[in-house]
């Protein structure tokens, strides 16, 4: 009679297969490392969304790198405590909490204000918060929520900190996006979805919006040393998918979610381009570029309508009121 593995082993045996595969799978599915080592002390950085996600991951990175970390947060108790882990970890002091909430036009404002009295230099403003497949809500200002806070907020800061930036040049400006742009419209006739609402819909748009809105700020940008691009980060487990039911169900959760795993990527690997953006001495001049997978890549036909982004632009202008001292 042959020798048979006893049975303990063998489902043992094909566990640890099972969960090899399965960590060989993430890692290759978690896409390009960025491998730069640049030191960026004296560097000012600002990510917003820091407390969570890919943002908590890029400020790590970057404070590992020696820069001094603005983490623009709304909520300060979770921005301390990651503040601290970020700390200890990197044994960098100069990491930093700061109000600042995109749905509030206000709270964006006081923060640019407070960053100007205790800062003379910007290099890096990283555009990281944001919402997904929200249930129909504003901002308060009376903005749909996705819009609101994925482009106005972000087109808001930027354009108050752009004095700031053009002083410390190079400097360079990271908009996270996502590949939902290509599926996204701007609804000129309703686009703050007053009426007929749909989330994924609003989702795209604001994503649509935020890749005009680099392309837009790139061409006024030409000759200052200041650039900006947009990243796509890949499919990404962090909590910006806490409104989207299919997650969050049980069902979900213990069957599904475990076979999802090693093709989801974690917040670490989904930084990977943000840094590769922010980072390489390679992109030193490239500006109004569309990056995904640590490559340049086509952005959809929609987001390249230069007349659109114009209007947009106008449209934002006006929302946040950004000529109104």
Same mark, same amino acid.
């Given at each position: ?7 303990? +082993?063998?489902?043992? &045996? ?22 730069? @080592?640049? %030191? ?23 404070? @590992?790198?020696?820069? @001094? $970390?603005? *983490? ?16 200890? %970890?990197?044994?960098? #002091? ?9 749905? &509030? ?11 100007? #009295?205790? !800062? ?7 555009? =990281? ?8 809500? !504003? ?5 749909? *929520?996705?819009?609101?806070? =994925?482009? *106005? ?14 002083? &410390? ?8 996006? &996502? ?11 309703? +686009?703050?979805?007053?009426? %007929? ?9 604001? #994503? ?35 409104? *989207?039911? $299919? !997650?969050?169900?049980? /069902? ?6 475990? /076979?999802?795993?090693? /093709? ?11 840094? !590769?953006?922010? +980072? ?31 209007? +947009?632009?106008?449209?934002?202008? @006006?929302?946040? #009121?950004?000529? $109104?001292?």
């Amino acid at each position: 009679m042959p020798w048979q593995l006893p049975k303990p +082993l063998l489902y043992a &045996s094909v566990a640890a297969t099972t969960f090899g595969v399965a960590y060989l799978t993430k890692d290759y599915m978690g896409g390009e490392k960025y491998k730069g @080592k640049e %030191d960026l002390i004296d560097k000012v950085v600002i990510v917003t969304g820091a407390n969570s996600g890919i943002g908590k991951q890029t400020a790590l990175e970057l404070a @590992k790198r020696n820069a @001094k $970390v603005i *983490m623009a947060c709304r909520d300060m108790g979770k921005c301390e405590t990651v503040r601290r882990d970020i700390v200890l %970890d990197t044994k960098n #002091k100069y990491v930093y909490c700061r109000k600042c909430d995109l749905a &509030s036009q206000e709270s964006i404002r006081k923060f640019v204000a407070q960053f100007k #009295k205790e !800062y003379n230099k910007l290099h890096i403003l990283i555009n =990281n918060a944001g919402v997904m497949r929200c249930p129909k809500s !504003y901002t308060e200002e009376g903005i749909e *929520m996705q819009l609101g806070v =994925n482009h *106005m907020g972000h087109f808001l800061l930027t354009n108050l900190l752009l004095d700031v930036l053009k002083e &410390s040049t190079p400097s360079r400006i990271i908009n996270l996006t &996502s590949a939902a742009h290509r599926r996204g419209q701007i609804n000129m006739q309703d +686009l703050n979805w007053e009426n %007929d609402y749909d989330a994924g819909r609003a989702y795209g748009q604001s #994503k649509l919006a935020i890749i005009l809105f680099t392309r837009e700020l790139a061409s006024r940008l030409k000759g200052t040393d200041v650039t900006v691009n947009a990243v796509h980060p890949g499919i990404v487990d962090t909590n910006i998918t806490r409104h *989207m039911s $299919v !997650y969050n169900n049980f /069902f979900t959760r213990i069957f599904l979610k475990p /076979f999802a795993w090693p /093709f989801i990527r974690a917040p670490l690997q989904g930084a990977q381009t943000v840094l !590769y953006a922010a +980072l390489d001495p390679s992109l030193t001049n490239v500006s109004g570029c569309y990056f995904d997978n640590c490559k340049t890549k086509e952005v959809s036909e929609e987001a390249k309508n230069d007349q659109l982004a114009k209007w +947009l632009w106008k449209v934002s202008e @006006k929302w946040t #009121k950004l000529n $109104v001292t």
